[in-house]
């Protein structure tokens, strides 16, 4: 059954409305069948249709990469803006040629350092590329995930697999086969359930169209790692004052405009001594509670005694940046189910991954984070 728009029209604003359909839900830690699963996934996806698989950073929500038809439905199971342009995954490097324009020898250093693994390159693309994946750019993203799943659906559909994380649009990127479900279960052909993943936060996005490399999003591939492959290496404006995009300036990587990543609740950020973060958390969480609001405090190993109100969650060790990475998506959906009012939380500067955790949690907090003396 194909997903998508039908002839059905809404009363209220006679816009249409997605089709219901049943979505076929594989568990494949528990199927021996993982060949014809993998198989059936791949033939969905030649065939237009969509399948939500796991990666190494989140979950994405998979459709050919070169059929304009498949993309608009990736837009709307994930009621995402369609200039939000979409990250194209290959297998092999062969098929690199064909998406994109490779006219310098950045491209395969990068390639050979960190692929497959969590980096994206923006290039500019070939013809073949849709402008509909693009979200009307001449550039296109594209990175070959580690995640063996990842690379086998990518080999069975025998193209590039167009996916954004597979969320609704500005909630959380799941980072578990259970999230996917609450998100997509209903709007898509299938949905490949291996677990929870390894990273946790998306990929690092370079821009390589212009003669110095840019990141547009941090992630696991840090500027560090890229110069010591590429040389100098800018950060957009967007990423190193988040303020900026309040202020009018206009991201390169256009989903880093909107509020993403972001819990229900209000979230604000403490910056400061522990003793004296957790001072500020306790004055802010008893009010809420007087005002019969709920409250949720994500706090670190080291400093969760300090929390006196609230429902306090252990996101990690300060020590252990990988940990705060991979739970971190997890904490916020769950103070979702939890309808928590108000999250407060300690910052997490310390290790190869802040960068890129801090800016996840400055988007999902508008920027809301406040030195504490
Ligand atoms: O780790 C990841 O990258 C995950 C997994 C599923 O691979 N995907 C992911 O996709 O995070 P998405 O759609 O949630 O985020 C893609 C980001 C968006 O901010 C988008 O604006 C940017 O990449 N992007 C895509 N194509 C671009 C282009 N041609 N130029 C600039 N930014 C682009
Ligand atoms: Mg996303």
Not at 167 to 172: A, E, L, M, Q, V
Not at 234 to 239: G, K, M, P, Q, R
């Amino acid at each position: 059954m194909a997903v998508g728009t039908g002839n059905i029209r809404c009363l209220e604003c006679y816009c249409q409305v997605l089709l219901i359909m049943k979505t076929i839900v594989a568990n494949l830690k528990e199927q021996d069948d993982y060949n014809k699963i993998i198989e059936e996934a791949g033939r969905i996806i030649r065939e237009g249709g969509l399948v939500a698989f796991p990666t190494e950073t989140v979950y994405g929500l998979g459709g050919d990469g070169l059929n304009p038809d498949a993309s608009r439905k990736i837009y709307a199971a994930k009621g995402r803006p369609s200039d939000n342009p979409l990250i194209l995954h290959i297998c092999d490097l062969s098929q690199l040629n064909d998406l994109a324009i490779i006219d310098d020898d950045r491209v395969g250093k990068l390639a050979d350092k960190f692929w497959p693994g969590p980096l994206t390159m923006v290039l500019n693309k070939k013809a073949i590329v849709p402008e509909s994946t693009t979200g009307g750019l001449k550039t296109v993203a594209i990175r070959m995930p580690s995640n063996q799943v990842a690379l086998d659906l990518i080999k069975a559909a025998g193209l590039p697999i167009a996916a954004p994380s597979a969320n609704i649009s500005g909630r959380p990127s799941p980072t578990n086969g259970k999230r996917v479900c609450e998100d997509l279960d209903g709007k898509i052909e299938m949905i490949l359930d291996a677990g929870s993943v390894d990273i946790g936060l998306e990929s690092s996005i370079v821009d390589l169209t212009g003669s110095t490399p840019v990141i547009l999003r941090p992630g696991a591939i840090t500027k560090e790692m890229i110069e010591e492959v590429l040389g100098s290496t800018e950060v957009d404006l967007a990423v190193k004052d988040p303020s900026s995009v309040k202020a009018g300036y206009k991201p390169k990587a256009p989903g880093m405009k909107y509020r993403h990543y972001a819990p229900k609740a209000e979230l604000k950020m403490f910056r400061g001594k522990p003793e004296a973060v957790a001072n500020k958390i306790n004055e802010l969480s008893s009010e809420d509670e007087r005002k019969g609001l709920k409250v949720g405090i994500i706090a670190s190993a080291e400093s969760k005694d300090l929390y006196k109100y609230g429902d306090v969650v252990v996101i990690g060790s300060k020590n252990n940046d990988a940990e705060i990475a991979k739970n971190l998506y997890e904490i916020l959906r769950g103070f979702d189910d939890k309808r928590v009012d108000r999250i407060y939380s300690e910052v997490f500067e310390d290790g190869k991954l802040a960068k890129a955790i801090m800016n996840r949690f400055s988007k999902a907090s508008a920027n809301n984070i406040f030195d504490i003396r």
